[in-house]
T-cell receptor
Framework: GESVGLHLPTLSVQEGDNSIINCAYS??????FIWYKQESGKGPQFIID?????DKRQGQRVTVLLNKTVKHLSLQIAATQPGDSAVYFC??????????FGTGTRLQVFP | GAGVSQSPSNKVTEKGKDVELRCDPI?????LYWYRQSLGQGLEFLIY????????KSGLPSDRFSAERTGGSVSTLTIQRTQQEDSAVYLC?????????????FGEGSRLTVL
């Protein structure tokens, strides 16, 4: 079956530095990937998505990179701020429309 | 309201009791999802409704769990004979469906505690 996993459960970065959160997926048929941010006590919020026909997509301070060869996805956050502290999930749409979420990476930003 | 609404926000129940969790999706969203999130864990897929199609129930952990969506809008997740391991936050999300399934809009969740 398909699975979406993450390399690091916790990432600590200094304010102002760039953050990179990684994600691996197993289903080669996956065609759509999404990053979500979940703050404490809240539901996840959509950050950015990317389709399998793209390698890179940029948003405001965030960039998602997709490497289909090694089935790897990453989220880069530029100039990380305290408000970026949260748990970040990647999600994958494989053979069906439903989204399968990874375990999540906790991003901690310290001054 | 404009967002996904879930109720109750908190529910404490005794082992063996039945509970119902409600989700009001965003108006016009044809897709509705239920996920379960245990403390410090990721999101576990439970069930997915898309329009009038048969729901994808592949994530329901046991036959004590069921969900329905009446009139293509409000959904209720029912857990019968609750067990302590059912304690978690139950998240509902809706989306436009189809090729636009990526941007799910989540509710705040219903935190269930089974004593």
């Amino acid at each position: 079956g398909e699975s979406v996993g993450l390399h690091l459960p916790t990432l600590s970065v200094q304010e102002g530095d760039n953050s990179i959160i990684n994600c691996a997926y197993s289903n080669s048929a996956s065609d759509y990937f999404i990053w979500y941010k979940q703050e404490s006590g809240k539901g996840p919020q959509f950050i950015i998505d990317i389709r399998s026909n793209m390698d890179k997509r940029q948003g405001q301070r965030v960039t998602v990179l997709l490497n289909k060869t090694v089935k790897h996805l990453s989220l880069q956050i530029a100039a990380t701020q305290p408000g970026d502290s949260a748990v970040y999930f990647c999600a994958d749409r494989g053979d069906t429309d439903k989204l399968i979420f990874g375990t999540g990476t906790r991003l901690q930003v310290f001054p | 309201g404009a967002g996904v609404s879930q109720s109750p926000s908190n529910k404490v129940t005794e082992k063996g009791k039945d509970v119902e969790l409600r989700c009001d999706p965003i108006s016009g969203h044809t897709a509705l999802y239920w996920y379960r999130q245990s403390l410090g864990q990721g999101l576990e897929f439970l069930i997915y409704f898309q329009g009038n199609s048969a729901p994808d129930k592949s994530g329901l952990p046991s036959d004590r769990f069921s969900a329905e969506r009446t009139g293509g809008s409000v959904s209720t997740l029912t857990i019968q004979r609750t067990q302590q391991e059912d304690s978690a936050v139950y998240l509902c999300a809706s989306s436009l469906g189809g090729l636009n399934t990526g941007e799910l809009f989540f509710g705040e969740g219903s935190r269930l505690t089974v004593l």
